[in-house]
C-alpha cells in the first residue's frame, strides 16, 4: 500500500465517522426533545431508550473510527455493549414503577397486560412479604393513644398558650 491510499483511507475513514458522530448527535437530540414533549412516562421512555441507544452507538462507531487505536476502540465498545446491556433494564423497571405507581395515562394504552395481575414480586415498603407474619406490635412506641401524657382540658390548648 502506498502512502496516498494510506492518507485517502484515512481521510474517508475521518469522513464516515463525522457523519455517524453527527448522526448520533442528531438522535439523541431527537430523544431529549421527545423526553421533554411527550405526554407520559411510557411514551418518555420510549423515547429515552430507542433513538438514544441507537445515537450513542453511532458517536461510538464514529469515534472508534476517528480515533483507530486498540485501547481507544476497545474502550469505546465497552461504553457500548454497557449501554445495550443497561438501557433495556432501566426502560423495564421504570416501566414498572410507573404502572405501579400510577404514572401511566391509562387512556393512551390499547392493552394493559399489567392491570388484572398485581405484582406480588416486590410487596413495597408497606406491607410485609409473604411468608412473613403480619406482627404489629400494639406496645410500640409512636402510637398517640399509648402516650402517658394525659390530655390536656379545656378545648385541647395547654394553660398559659
Known amino acids: 500500500m502506498s502512502a496516498g491510499s494510506r492518507d485517502g483511507l484515512a481521510v474517508t475513514l475521518d469522513a464516515i465517522g463525522t457523519v455517524a458522530i453527527v448522526l448520533g448527535v442528531l438522535l439523541t437530540l431527537v430523544a431529549s426533545i421527545g423526553l421533554l414533549s411527550l405526554p407520559d412516562v411510557l411514551s418518555r421512555m420510549h423515547a429515552a431508550t430507542k433513538p438514544q441507544v441507537l ?3 453511532l458517536v461510538v462507531i464514529g469515534g472508534a473510527l476517528h480515533l483507530r487505536t486498540s485501547v481507544d476502540v476497545w474502550m469505546l465498545v465497552l461504553v457500548g ?8 433494564v432501566t426502560a423495564h423497571v421504570v416501566g414498572r414503577l410507573a404502572h405501579r405507581g400510577d404514572g401511566v395515562r391509562r387512556d393512551l394504552l ?18 410485609p412479604e ?7 406490635d400494639p406496645d410500640a412506641p409512636g402510637d398517640a393513644e399509648d ?11 395547654p394553660e398559659g398558650a
Do not use: I, K, S
Request: proline share 17%; net charge negative.
Open 110 to 127: 390499547y392493552v394493559d397486560e399489567l392491570v388484572d395481575t398485581p405484582d406480588t414480586a416486590d410487596p413495597g415498603p408497606d406491607r
Open 81 to 88: 455493549a454497557f449501554q445495550l446491556v443497561t438501557a433495556p
Open 55 to 57: 445515537g450513542l452507538l
Open 147 to 157: 402516650t402517658d401524657v394525659p390530655a390536656p382540658r379545656g378545648g385541647g390548648r
Open 130 to 136: 409473604p411468608d412473613e407474619p403480619d406482627t404489629e
